[in-house]
């Protein structure tokens, strides 16, 4: 079962900051969201990830609030070919340390010129 | 252009046909994944194979055979499929299964059509 819920579908205009949220009630205290996104006809893409802090990398921010409950994933200046499927993800411990990605439905991004 | 390489990319194969997907990555990781993706939904964890080893079997049918031939390579041997197993097959590594930051690459795919 998804650990994580996802607004179905978003617009963004192009040049502008896209703000992708995120629900993960659930999580435990040692359980990772990874963020991935997957380019039509592509396999899927690592974007970002984090347990506590919030995480910024040359592709994306990941605010995780303090609760922990939420996250939003933060694309500064939205592109064109930012036009994807983005997953929001959380990592579980599934045995002697094997760890398996429980994936949302995702978010259908569509960046408007 | 993504490090791990899946072949072929598209396959149309009967039901008594047998096949296999084939899958590569030369970056030195040591656990690779097999995932299902139907359309419009994400992707589905099928195996994992950690230091070469079956580690995760996530109940799938044995049409379906995974092998792990050495640490680059990855095999998923297909037979008697169903056309309901059409589907994307993606294949993923990672660095170790165990590590805190070590993200999942994907291969592109191979697009499969059972007929």
């Known amino acids: 079962d998804a650990k994580t819920t996802q607004p179905p579908s978003m617009d963004c205009a192009e040049g502008r900051a896209a703000n992708l949220p995120c629900n993960h009630s659930t999580i435990s205290g040692n359980e990772y969201v990874y963020w991935y996104r997957q380019i039509h006809s592509q396999g899927p893409q690592y974007i970002i990830h984090?347990?506590?802090?919030?995480e910024t990398n040359e592709m994306a921010s990941l605010i995780i609030t303090e609760d922990r409950k939420s996250s939003t994933l933060i694309l500064p200046h939205a592109t064109l070919r930012d036009t994807a499927v983005y997953y929001c993800i959380v990592r579980v411990v599934v045995q002697d340390s094997n760890y398996q990605l429980i994936w949302g439905a995702g978010t259908k991004l569509i960046i408007k010129p | 252009d993504t490090e791990v390489t899946q072949t072929p990319k598209h396959l149309v194969m009967g039901m008594t046909n047998k096949k296999s997907l084939k899958c590569e990555q030369h970056?030195?990781?040591?656990?690779m994944y097999w995932y299902k993706q139907k359309a419009k939904k994400p992707p589905e964890l099928m195996f994992v194979?950690?230091?070469?080893?079956?580690?995760i079997n996530e109940s799938v049918p044995s049409r379906f055979s995974p092998e792990c031939p050495n640490s680059s390579l990855l095999n998923l041997h297909l037979h008697a499929l169903q056309p309901e197993d059409s589907a994307l097959y993606l294949c993923a590594s990672s660095q170790s299964p165990g590590s805190n930051n070590s993200p999942l690459h994907f291969g592109n795919g191979t697009r499969l059509t059972v007929t």
């Open positions: 194979y950690s230091y070469e080893k079956l580690s």
């Open positions: 984090g347990l506590k802090n919030n």
């Open positions: 970056m030195g990781h040591r656990a």
